[in-house]
């Protein structure tokens, strides 16, 4: 039994939920699955309005699309670039320039392929085969520490400007850096966060849930552990020995999460 779920927790610290996410089905073909997390920027104006709109203008084209239309990954690839291209236009012309901005990642599910696209640094995971594999890259000030193997990905979370993103929808024409990749549909789960989420659960830990929760409680309970649960974090020695930056150590329920999942 297929299992297509989202959910979104203000957090315990912020004033208003900046984050939306979707997880619906094409209402033609039950086979056609959208996926998305937009996390709106919290250190600029109205984030929420950007990750709402972008939200909201992705849905309404999906739904608007034929099912043939949408199975047509490699001609589908190209109008959701342009879609998002425009979508981050429309919030400049809105707003303004640096105003406002959120994250994007979304996950086009059809028969037998998954459109992939990212921008910013909320994540993309496949599970299978019993491994859990992140299929996108931050966008991020700290990315290329952890890809060029100065530290762990784990150690990612400690440093002060975790959270400052290189890419996004809005905000500046120049950083709109759309990334995409159509994937085969060989997966046994998808799963998508808003960085509230992966900030403080590790993949280790989300990859212990899957294998020991029941399948219609894993986001639940993922989300759980991001606002409720201590992680009891401390900032290892190896980081603090390699004085690369400001670190801080991330607490529970500090911001937004939110999720969507896609389980076969």
Same mark, same amino acid.
Not at 67 to 95: A, G, R, W
Not at 170 to 195: A, P
Not at 246 to 257: C, E, L, S, T, W
């Given at each position: 039994?297929?299992?297509?779920?989202?959910?979104?927790?203000?957090?315990?610290? #912020?004033?208003?939920?900046? !984050?939306? /996410?979707?997880?619906?089905?094409?209402? +033609?073909?039950?086979?056609?699955?959208?996926?998305?997390?937009?996390?709106?920027?919290?250190?600029?104006?109205?984030?929420?309005?950007?990750?709402?709109?972008?939200?909201?203008?992705?849905?309404?084209? *999906?739904?608007?699309?034929?099912?043939?239309?949408?199975?047509?990954?490699?001609?589908?690839?190209?109008?959701?670039? !342009?879609?998002? !291209?425009?979508? /981050?236009?429309?919030? &400049?012309?809105?707003?303004?320039?640096?105003?406002?901005?959120?994250?994007?990642?979304?996950?086009?599910?059809?028969?037998?392929?998954?459109?992939?696209?990212?921008?910013?640094?909320?994540?993309?995971?496949?599970?299978?085969? +019993?491994?859990? &594999?992140?299929?996108?890259?931050?966008?991020?000030?700290?990315?290329? *520490?952890?890809?060029? =193997?100065?530290?762990?990905?784990?150690?990612?979370? *400690?440093? *002060?400007?975790?959270?400052?993103?290189?890419?996004?929808? =809005?905000?500046?024409? !120049?950083?709109?850096?759309?990334?995409?990749? &159509?994937?085969?549909?060989?997966?046994?789960?998808?799963?998508?966060?808003?960085? =509230?989420?992966?900030?403080?659960?590790?993949?280790?830990?989300?990859?212990?849930?899957?294998?020991?929760?029941? +399948?219609?409680?894993?986001?639940?309970?993922?989300?759980?552990?991001?606002?409720?649960?201590?992680?009891?974090?401390?900032?290892?020695? #190896?980081?603090?020995?390699?004085?690369?930056? +400001?670190?801080?150590?991330?607490?529970?329920?500090?911001?937004?999460?939110?999720?969507? &999942?896609?389980?076969?």
């Amino acid at each position: 039994m297929k299992i297509i779920q989202t959910e979104t927790n203000i957090g315990l610290v #912020r004033k208003k939920n900046e !984050d939306v /996410s979707l997880a619906i089905t094409h209402p +033609k073909d039950d086979k056609i699955h959208l996926l998305l997390v937009a996390d709106g920027m919290g250190g600029k104006e109205h984030g929420d309005v950007a990750s709402r709109y972008t939200a909201r203008t992705i849905e309404k084209w *999906f739904n608007a699309r034929s099912p043939k239309t949408l199975s047509n990954l490699d001609k589908t690839e190209d109008q959701l670039y !342009d879609l998002v !291209d425009k979508i /981050s236009t429309d919030i &400049i012309k809105k707003l303004g320039k640096e105003v406002s901005g959120t994250t994007l990642s979304l996950a086009l599910v059809t028969d037998k392929k998954t459109l992939l696209l990212n921008v910013g640094d909320s994540r993309i995971y496949e599970y299978k085969k +019993k491994k859990l &594999i992140q299929l996108t890259e931050d966008d991020s000030d700290v990315w290329y *520490f952890y890809k060029y =193997g100065l530290v762990s990905k784990d150690d990612l979370r *400690f440093f *002060f400007n975790n959270n400052i993103i290189t890419a996004c929808v =809005g905000l500046s024409d !120049d950083i709109c850096d759309i990334k995409t990749e &159509i994937i085969d549909n060989d997966y046994d789960m998808l799963l998508l966060f808003s960085d =509230g989420v992966t900030d403080l659960v590790t993949d280790k830990r989300i990859k212990k849930i899957i294998e020991s929760t029941d +399948k219609k409680k894993i986001l639940s309970k993922i989300i759980e552990e991001a606002v409720y649960i201590d992680q009891n974090f401390h900032i290892p020695l #190896r980081l603090r020995r390699k004085k690369l930056s +400001k670190y801080i150590i991330p607490f529970h329920g500090r911001d937004n999460a939110s999720g969507s &999942i896609y389980i076969k």
